[in-house]
């Protein structure tokens, strides 16, 4: 192969950069010319792309987001977007394709895969719901971002006697919010995998309340519920001052972590290395700290991860 492309697709999270960065100077590395297309499949239907040359990745890997942007295409996703992405990728003599992206984005991977184009898939979703991987590029970031915004709302909460729920992105995967539960402290995790018994919920607040502790926490998935009605709830069986603050897309930005800085780099680095060997149609993964291949077909196929169980036993033990 003597020329591979890039594209990152669907929403965007902090990690991106390291994983194009790496993927560009591994190629050029193995004296290999890369393309990055700009936003994601849209980008390479209209054939709009940037050569990634050394100077191009330069100062990326500490921004968030994707320098290549990123963008969802309706066309794509019939049989004649997908001929003319494949004949823009043919007209430019693309060898090879890493597309960096959540469930619909490798979906597309997987289509491309089978017209008998090679691909490679990196899974990049803060959720952290696509299967065959510990952990998605952004993941680690978000959580840093969801802690310091949650402590910051814990110090306010304490200082007037409040409850306040914290919604968190989640349309189908309470990761974010389990997790962030048991790394803030706080009472009560609420996940689309579990029906909220809220009845349950204030009795506890209750308790908890007779017992001294004025204020409370509670971290929320955003597809678990509505916010506000059970804010309202919690008011009128609890007495508690309760607020609601939505984190939405700051969640997403702001600086990689060293985590997903490296995992980027990882990725980056091994989607190029495979493509060099032969090898295609798989998504790359971590599993136990090291790197894992996965057929396209069973990561679209299989669905969405679920959820641990035992983070949420934790987190119920510990907001006791």
């Known amino acids: 192969m003597k020329r591979l492309a890039i ?46 040359d050394s100077m191009a990745v330069s100062g990326t890997l500490q921004r968030g987001g994707t320098f290549l942007q990123s963008a969802r295409s309706q066309e794509f996703r019939t049989e004649e977007g997908r001929k003319k992405a494949l004949d823009n990728l043919m007209k ?74 914290v919604e968190v992105m989640g349309r189908n995967s309470g990761y974010l919010a389990s997790t962030a539960a048991i790394a803030t402290g706080a009472e009560f995790a609420i996940v689309p995998e579990v029906e909220l018994d809220l009845t349950e919920m204030c009795h506890q607040l209750r308790r908890r309340y007779e017992e001294g502790r004025t204020n409370a926490l509670i971290i929320m998935a955003e597809g678990a519920g509505h916010a506000q009605s059970i804010a309202d709830g919690i008011k009128d069986a609890v007495g508690f001052e309760t607020r609601v603050t939505v984190l939405g897309h700051y969640q997403r930005g702001g600086a990689p972590t060293v985590f997903d800085r490296l995992l980027g780099s990882r990725f980056g680095r091994k989607s190029v290395e495979l493509l060099l060997s032969g090898t295609k149609g798989v998504m790359v993964g971590l599993s136990a700290n090291s790197l894992t291949t996965t057929l396209l077909e069973m990561v679209v196929k299989g669905g969405q991860k679920k959820l641990n169980e035992d983070l949420l036993r934790m987190a119920d033990i510990l907001g006791i």
């Open 7 to 52: 594209l990152t697709s669907g929403g965007d999270c902090s990690g991106m950069n390291a994983t194009i960065r790496a993927a560009a100077r591994t190629a050029i590395a193995n004296e290999v010319e890369m393309i990055g297309y700009r936003k994601g499949y849209a980008g390479l239907l209209k054939n709009e792309f940037i050569v990634l």
């Open 92 to 165: 430019e003599r693309v060898e090879g394709l890493i597309v960096v992206g959540g469930d619909g984005s490798l979906s597309g991977a997987l289509a491309l895969d089978k017209m008998g184009f090679p691909v490679i898939g990196i899974p990049a979703s803060i959720d952290n719901d696509i299967a065959y991987t510990d952990m998605a590029l952004g993941v680690d970031t978000a959580l840093n971002n969801i802690i310091y915004a949650v402590d910051c709302i814990k110090d306010t909460a304490s200082s007037h006697d409040r409850a306040f729920i």
